[in-house]
């Protein structure tokens, strides 16, 4: 089902949240019922949950992973698609579509495992909170909000599940890694030790070039702290990362440093003047105390293709070819470019340049990188196009995109085609989820 198909069904199912939208006096808009548990499930809280990434790839890795609560509000949009979407998948019951800034701690349910893919913004630290005992980030910054929870719920997770972009833990270019070093230093001082890895998803055969920062935090009273009694071992080859994706054996030099200070203190001068940042991309922090080491990943299992993935061309709806008036705009929005331009404000004449891109997009190898403008039929530099076996361009559609994250196919169905492939842009790659998962069921549900 395509959009020219759900035109219809897509204004009827969204229009309570335009109706919701203009009364912001509203709590809610679904009613926060209990998800029902066993005394061996594993209670998920998911934040920021978009279209249900961390939860479907926790459910494929075990059926005790239920998610009991979970938080998705898209600000400045009249429409909250991504909400009403996870709540057709999973259903209404704790399910929050609200501001994460106004919701109240104490309607978060007690959780094993708190996930989420917050997102990349600026996180440091604009002021020291005298009488909370806490500090406050820029204002709107999300962090803050996972830090809020963890901070003043009653009893905060055990264990937390968080991913964001692969430039976090080198931003910001003025201050080279202070952002990462604040969220490591507020987890530690919430009574969390943190194990990160930065994955391709290509690099462990799943199906699109996806970059991305995942990292595992665990409360310092677990037994399991124990067993890190050599963080190299437990980089290399003992931890979560390391066991769910494996590296080369390595001989690489880990370095090792403390985060000192309280935050205002990190965030002002944490590796400052640095021209590069301290953290490699494996990691783990225990009291402030990290180890880091840069690790190359192994992998010798199937890989899956953009041309594994595809639909068959007769089933190409003809919204999705490009035409042969098109085909040379398309042609040159990826092509080498060496040209003058000018500024249209400032009138300003400069040189610009710009290397070429594959066009069409090679399908014996996983995709680029899904972002979320891929949708639309306007030619672009960043969408994917493929050549099909008639000698037809065409883009992608939804469904290949959302299998390009390994979600189930048309798990967006009921808006547009275009917002379909912006929330896929936004979207983690499933598998990733479910790798970590596995691995936190060896380590951790007993």
Request: aromatic share 10%; net charge neutral.
């Amino acid at each position: 089902m395509y959009s020219e198909d759900i035109d219809n069904f897509s204004n009827i199912l969204c229009e309570p949240v335009a109706a919701y939208s203009r009364n912001c006096r509203q709590l809610s808009l679904f009613e926060p019922a209990q998800v029902e548990t066993l005394q061996t499930d594993i209670k998920v809280v998911e934040l920021f949950a978009g279209v249900g990434g961390f939860r479907i790839g926790l459910e494929r890795a075990s059926e005790r992973f239920k998610t009991i609560w979970s938080n998705q509000w898209e600000p400045s949009t009249k429409r909250q698609d991504a909400s009403v979407i996870y709540c057709r998948q999973f259903g209404m019951a704790g399910h929050s579509n609200e501001d994460i800034n106004l919701v109240d701690v104490d309607e978060i349910p007690d959780a094993d495992i708190l996930v989420g893919g917050f997102p990349c913004q600026d996180y440091s630290v604009a002021t020291t909170l005298k009488n909370s005992g806490g500090i406050e980030g820029k204002k709107g910054v999300l962090w803050w909000q996972i830090h809020r929870i963890l901070r003043n719920h009653k009893n905060p997770p055990k264990c937390l599940m968080l991913e964001n972009v692969d430039r976090l833990l080198g931003s910001p270019a003025s201050q080279r890694g202070r952002d990462f070093a604040i969220i490591l230093a507020s987890l530690s001082d919430l009574g969390y030790c943190v194990e990160w890895r930065i994955i391709n998803a290509a690099e462990y055969g799943m199906p699109q070039r996806r970059r991305r920062t995942y990292m595992f935090a665990f409360k310092k009273d677990m037994p399991i702290v124990g067993s890190v009694t050599n963080p190299e071992s437990w980089l290399k080859a003992e931890g979560i990362m390391a066991c769910a994706f494996p590296a080369e054996p390595s001989s690489s030099p880990i370095s090792v440093f403390k985060i000192k200070g309280d935050l205002s203190e990190v965030s002002a001068n944490f590796n400052k003047g640095k021209s590069t940042s301290p953290f490699k991309n494996s990691g783990i922090m225990i009291d402030r105390t990290v180890s880091t080491v840069a690790l190359t990943p192994f992998y010798e299992g199937p890989v899956i293709t953009l041309g594994d993935i595809l639909v068959p061309e007769e089933q190409v709806p003809q919204s999705f070819f490009i035409s042969n008036d098109d085909v040379p705009k398309w042609a040159y929005a990826k092509g080498s470019k060496s040209e003058k331009r000018i500024n249209k404000t400032t009138g300003f004449e400069y040189n610009y340049s710009e290397g070429a891109m594959a066009f069409p997009d090679r399908t014996d190898m996983p995709s680029r990188t899904i972002i979320t403008g891929e949708g639309g039929a306007s030619p672009s530099r960043f969408k994917h196009v493929v050549l099909t076996p008639s000698g037809r361009y065409r883009r992608l559609l939804p469904i290949e995109l959302e299998r390009l994250n390994m979600f189930p196919d048309n798990h967006t169905v009921g808006t547009s085609d275009v917002r379909r492939a912006f929330l896929m842009g936004n979207a983690l790659v499933t598998g990733i989820v479910e790798r970590i998962g596995l691995e936190y069921l060896k380590k951790f549900s007993n």
